[in-house]
T-cell receptor, first 109, second 114 residues
Framework: GQNIDQPTEMTATEGAIVQINCTYQ??????LFWYQQHAGEAPTFLSY????GLEEKGRFSSFLSRSKGYSYLLLKELQMKDSASYLC??????????FGKGTMLLVSP | ETGVTQSPTHLIKTRGQQVTLRCSSQ?????VSWYQQALGQGPQFIFQ???????GRGNFPPRFSGLQFPNYSSELNVNALELDDSALYLC?????????????FGPGTRLLVL
């Protein structure tokens, strides 16, 4: 089966750095995804890791350790618009995504 | 290049009724996946269609069914609606099966079952 854990809520201030952790246990693994979802909107793709290490994309970076079943999303220079839910998802097969419950990030001035 | 669109945006039904939700894929995408997202939860995979054939199914009962058309648009049908079916239904299209990193979500249909 699949099991994905991430914190329910996090708070941070504008301009700061925040790290959202995700641990997973899956019966198969074809990648780890991070999505951003603003309230009432569709999830938007942020990053995809299939190999161990850090992937950097502007203010956002994502890290994966397959041996530890662990990933994190790092957000730098936080902006108010970064307030959203951040979803960690694994791909146990080529056709499916299994999502965690999401981490609600609140950025305050 | 058009994005993924869904209709209707909102829908209210009563228990026992049937509902059809529609999805238009992003141009050039031949694979569509449907997800159910309950309030405060992450999306749950319902099924995927690739070139008009079902290509994978999550843990949903048979009253959830789908279709994909030759133009790669798609429908999700739910029969005998239950209160717990109230959720945001998301479709996502991708360039090809096995290319989830190219997957784009539509804005969703919010279904309320009374």
């Amino acid at each position: 089966g699949q099991n994905i854990d991430q914190p329910t809520e996090m708070t941070a201030t504008e301009g700061a750095i925040v790290q959202i952790n995700c641990t997973y246990q899956t019966s198969g693994f074809n990648g780890l995804f991070w999505y951003q979802q603003h309230a009432g909107e569709a999830p938007t793709f942020l990053s995809y890791n299939v190999l161990d290490g850090l992937e950097e994309k502007g203010r956002f970076s994502s890290f994966l350790s397959r041996s530890k079943g662990y990933s994190y999303l790092l957000l730098k220079e936080l902006q108010m618009k970064d307030s959203a839910s951040y979803l960690c998802a694994t791909s146990p097969g080529y056709s499916t995504l299994t999502f965690g419950k999401g981490t609600m990030l609140l950025v305050s001035p | 290049e058009t994005g993924v669109t869904q209709s209707p945006t909102h829908l209210i039904k009563t228990r026992g009724q049937q509902v059809t939700l529609r999805c238009s894929s992003q141009s050039g995408h031949n694979t569509v996946s449907w997800y159910q997202q309950a309030l405060g939860q992450g999306p749950q995979f319902i099924f995927q269609y690739y070139r008009e054939e079902e290509n994978g199914r999550g843990n949903f009962p048979p009253r959830f069914s789908g279709l994909q058309f030759p133009n790669y648009s798609s429908e999700l049908n739910v029969n005998a609606l239950e209160l717990d079916d109230s959720a945001l239904y998301l479709c996502a299209s991708s360039l090809d099966r096995g290319t989830l990193e190219t997957q784009y979500f539509g804005p969703g249909t919010r279904l309320l079952v009374l």
